[in-house]
């Protein structure tokens, strides 16, 4: 058994390498996610029904579909709608549209928990649109929404080793090569898991900063 | 594609509907358990569960799926691809059931319980006929918006081979060349699962509810 | 202490939520260093008043004037753009019920937010001028405090700091200390009374009866939203014109709780 670790310490690098990837993968379409959620959510409010419609379409129809089928259907699927996307670009792209869609309810929700009256202050104070959501909408948003948001990240990473599946170099993908060629398969998948659990530690820590700059404002 | 290629999907139906039922039911009471013993707070044991839940909770399925399959034969215990993705499931989601279990655990009326124990309750009976009905209450939710995010999760059984509805669709695809319609297919056989899942999630929601506010 | 030139200048304003009217044919003026209470039973249309004079809420008839300038209709006769609108607003304060501070900046960063941001005036300035009245309502040493650990009635000053740190041309109070604990409520009218002696023009909604009596210029009864009388407080109260008028004086004839209010009111 140690001796199947001192393997795996070996084959550190790839190890490595695919941890980056993942996080760059999560990263990068978390980020993405939420930016897209700021504009599926104010489509999920539209006062406009076909909108409005329209939003909410596609955030129950997201919520409906396992995202290893819609991963599938980027890489697999649209090249027979003449789409040809190579590995990398479908799992950032599958990543970042699923979650999007969950980033979208998020907002929404914590949108609907937002007091009133310190927003109407800010129009009766003069601030329009713009400046009254940059200055006085956005931040109490995020520290609310905080705690919800780093679970969705926490889902984006265990999301994220479903690429393996197309051949993405991410950790899963990068344990599996070595066990499959060295025959280590548990200290191989042990260290991975082991690794997964250290990134979602790093988000809970960062979720709980959050929330102790969100208490101090409570 | 065929109508044969629809029943193949349609069987690969029958399997993840299987095999997430399996799960489910297997899942719920061990779930169940390792909330009483982290709740119960027995020295040592609840810390390992403690951990073992947190690092559950952060693993992806497939990773723990291959592990499964890989390693077990290795140390003696042989395992097919339906077996491994029974387990892989069933500690996948009694680790979050754990957590759902554990809130309703947490946040129960301490003096609920001292009003059983005053009446000379003995605690089988206190948690058979006043804990439980009241967690199981407040824990649905929960539990059923695990289940829907169990039948999401499923389509990595296909990387071990077992054929559910993503593995019939995928290889369909590959031999027709048109991997688009099978795809459709499966999405129209998962929406309708997740669906009533997550409505019948919404209906207990509001029932419990109207049910506080009459209160 | 009334100067002759009008600051406020409602006219023919009325409002409708759906099928139910809420205000109707609003007429009434305030000259500069005027304090109007408004007052009237709930559900009298007192709050949608309030706000349809900075246009929170739209009126569906009737001008409402501020300084000559309309407010929400240009000179071409078309509704305000945002900016306009927002520009006119920085003219008039307002204090609001549940205090309507902004929970992730410190007391100091509220008052110099809309000063900064939107009259666009220089920090070092517009600082010392927050710092002042940090000062005049009490509560200098919590300028770098989150609202979130203020009491009620600090909330509340801090509030009226904020909207007096805009230097606006007028006031408008919408029920200021209905939300806090009675034993809060004292130092919120002080500062406000001061406010009315130092000759700032204001619009208050409360139900601060005893207050009301001693602080207004002129009170303005509402009832199911329209102007039923409009008379010095100490004509008012003693002798009211109206039945409406009478019933509702007689209904509040026993609130000698809020003359305790100058008593109980200190800095805390």
């Known amino acids: 058994m140690i001796h199947d670790f001192g393997i795996v310490w070996d084959e550190r690098s790839l190890l490595l390498s695919g941890l980056a990837n993942t996080t760059i993968l999560s990263v990068l379409s978390a980020a993405a996610a939420l930016l897209l959620g700021f504009v599926v959510t104010p489509a999920l409010m539209s006062k406009r029904r076909p909108v409005a419609w329209a939003a909410r379409g596609f955030v129950d129809g997201m919520r409906c579909v396992p995202f290893l089928l819609f991963a599938y259907i980027i890489y697999y699927g649209l090249p027979s709608l003449g789409v040809r996307l190579d590995n990398w670009t479908s799992g950032l792209l599958a990543l970042t549209i699923y979650n999007a869609a969950y980033m979208a309810e998020i907002l929404r929700g914590a949108w609907a928990a937002q007091p009133r009256e310190p927003i109407e202050a800010g129009t009766a104070f003069g601030f329009s649109e713009v400046r009254l959501f940059r200055r006085l909408i956005l931040l109490p948003l995020l520290l609310a929404a905080g705690p919800v948001i780093g679970n969705q990240m926490i889902q984006i990473i265990k999301d994220s080793a479903f690429l393996t599946i197309i051949a993405l170099p991410e950790l899963t993908h990068a344990a599996s090569s070595i066990q499959s060629r060295h025959y280590v398969p548990f200290a191989a998948f042990i260290t991975a898991v082991f690794l997964y659990w250290g990134l979602c530690l790093v988000i809970e820590v960062g979720v709980s900063s959050i929330g102790r700059v969100a208490d101090a404002r409570r | ?215 | 202490m009334a100067d002759g030139s009008k600051v406020l200048d409602v006219a023919g304003v009325s409002k409708r939520f759906g099928d139910l009217g809420v205000l109707s044919d609003i007429s009434f003026q305030v000259d500069k260093g005027e304090t109007v209470c408004v007052l009237g039973p709930s559900g009298s249309g007192k709050s949608t008043l309030l706000r349809c004079i900075n246009w929170l809420e739209r009126p569906d008839a009737g001008q409402v004037y501020l300084n000559g300038t309309q407010v929400g209709i240009n000179g071409a006769g078309v509704v305000m753009n945002d900016r306009d609108l927002s520009q006119t607003r920085t003219r008039i304060g307002m204090v609001f019920q549940h205090f309507a501070l902004w929970p992730h900046l410190t007391v100091l960063q509220n008052l110099m937010e809309a000063p900064i941001q939107v009259q666009r005036r220089p920090k070092a300035e517009v600082r010392d001028e927050a710092l002042a009245l940090l000062s005049k309502v009490g509560l200098l040493e919590k300028q770098n405090a989150f609202p979130a650990k203020l009491s009620g009635g600090q909330k509340q000053r801090v509030g009226i700091a904020r909207a007096l740190a805009m230097r606006p041309d007028l006031l408008l109070f919408d029920e200021p200390t209905s939300a806090l604990d009675p034993e809060l409520v004292g130092e919120v009218l002080l500062v406000m009374r001061d406010l009315a002696r130092e000759g700032r023009t204001m619009v208050i909604v409360t139900h601060e009866m005893a207050f009301a009596r001693e602080a207004a210029t002129r009170i303005l009864f509402l009832d199911r939203g329209r102007v039923i009388e409009t008379a010095a407080p100490d004509r008012f109260f003693a002798h009211p014109e109206t039945e409406r008028a009478r019933q509702f004086v007689q209904r509040y004839a026993g609130d000698t709780g809020g003359l305790q209010w100058q008593r109980l009111g200190k800095r805390s």
């Open chain 2, 1 to 215: 594609m065929t109508a044969g290629d629809v029943l193949a999907i349609l069987r690969g139906a029958v399997v993840t509907v299987t095999l997430s039922l399996v799960g489910i039911l297997i899942g719920l009471p061990i779930g169940l358990g390792l909330a009483l013993l982290r709740w119960a707070n027995v020295p040592v044991v609840a810390k390992i569960v403690a951990v073992y839940v947190s690092v559950l909770r952060a693993t992806p399925l497939v990773t723990l799926l291959l592990l499964l399959f890989f390693a077990l034969p290795n140390i003696g215990i042989p395992v097919n691809p339906v077996s491994a993705a029974i387990l892989a499931l069933v500690m996948n989601t009694s680790a979050f059931n754990c957590e759902v279990w554990r809130a309703a655990l947490v946040n129960f009326p301490k003096d609920q319980y001292e009003a059983a124990q005053s009446v000379g309750m003995r605690a089988g009976l206190r948690f058979r006929r006043i804990v439980l009905p009241q967690i199981v209450r407040v824990s649905l939710p929960g539990l059923v918006n695990e289940m829907s995010l169990l039948i999401k999760v499923t389509p990595v059984l296909a990387v071990v081979g077992v054929v559910d509805i993503t593995r019939a669709a995928v290889r369909i695809g590959a031999q027709t060349y048109e991997p688009l319609p099978p795809f459709l297919v499966a999405i129209a056989l998962y929406a309708p699962i997740v669906f009533v899942l997550v409505s019948l999630q919404r209906w207990i929601e509001r029932r419990q509810s109207i049910a506080e506010a009459a209160a």
